[in-house]
T-cell receptor
């Protein structure tokens, strides 16, 4: 079935370091891909999305490119801040049936000052 | 900006009790969802709802669970007889219509604690 695999955390970085969180997916058809962020004690916020191959989603300095050939959607940011500390979820949406969203396990990011 | 709202933010209940979690989706949305997140784990799909009926449900969504849209604005999740393992954050989401470009908007969640 459809699934998302993302790198295990926690990831600990110093402020201004480069961030990569790997995400790969398995899906039939052509899913849309997403990154959601969950700050401590809060709900899910959409960070960025891409709906077709080679699309690049970007927001708040984060970006991810939909790579169909490698079935990947890795999240990157050139210079992280302490305020980026959160859990990041890679997700895909099946564009059939009930259009449910399937989430990865989440990667916790800690950014030290 | 319109948003999905959920009440209560935190619900504490005794094992075996019924709970109803409430959601108000964005007003012109047609597709509604419930997801749950057990503490420290991933977000899991429970059920999707469209045109007043369930369009898809996961294996988690057993006979103890039901959903309802009792009026034009609310979307509820009922757990008939709660178990300890039902303790989780429950997220409601809504979506406007079919099509790849339509976003799924999540509510802030209701934390359910079963004692």
């Amino acid at each position: 079935g459809d699934s998302v695999t993302q790198m295990e955390g926690p990831v600990t970085l110093s402020e201004e370091a480069f961030l990569t969180i790997n995400c790969t997916y398995t899906a039939t058809g052509y899913p849309s891909l997403f990154w959601y962020v969950q700050y401590p004690g809060e709900g899910l916020q959409l960070l960025l999305k891409a709906t077709k191959a080679d699309d690049k989603g970007s927001n708040k300095g984060f970006e991810a490119t939909y790579r169909k050939e490698t079935t990947s959607f890795h999240l990157e940011k050139g210079s992280v801040q302490v305020s980026d500390s959160a859990v990041y979820f890679c997700a895909l949406r099946v564009n059939t049936g009930g259009f449910k969203t399937i989430f990865g396990a989440g990667t916790r990011l800690f950014v030290k000052a | 900006e319109p948003e999905v709202t959920q009440t209560p933010s935190h619900q504490v209940t005794q094992m075996g009790q019924e709970v109803i979690l409430r959601c108000v989706p964005i007003s012109n949305h047609l597709y509604f969802y419930w997801y749950r997140q057990i503490l420290g784990q991933k977000v899991e799909f429970l059920v999707s709802f469209y045109n007043n009926e369930i369009s898809e449900k996961s294996e988690i969504f057993d006979d103890q669970f039901s959903v309802e849209r009792p009026d034009g604005s609310n979307f509820t999740l009922k757990i008939r007889s709660t178990k300890l393992e039902d303790s989780a954050m429950y997220f409601c989401a809504s979506r406007k219509e079919r099509g790849e470009m339509n976003e799924q908007f999540f509510g802030p969640g209701t934390r359910l604690t079963v004692l």
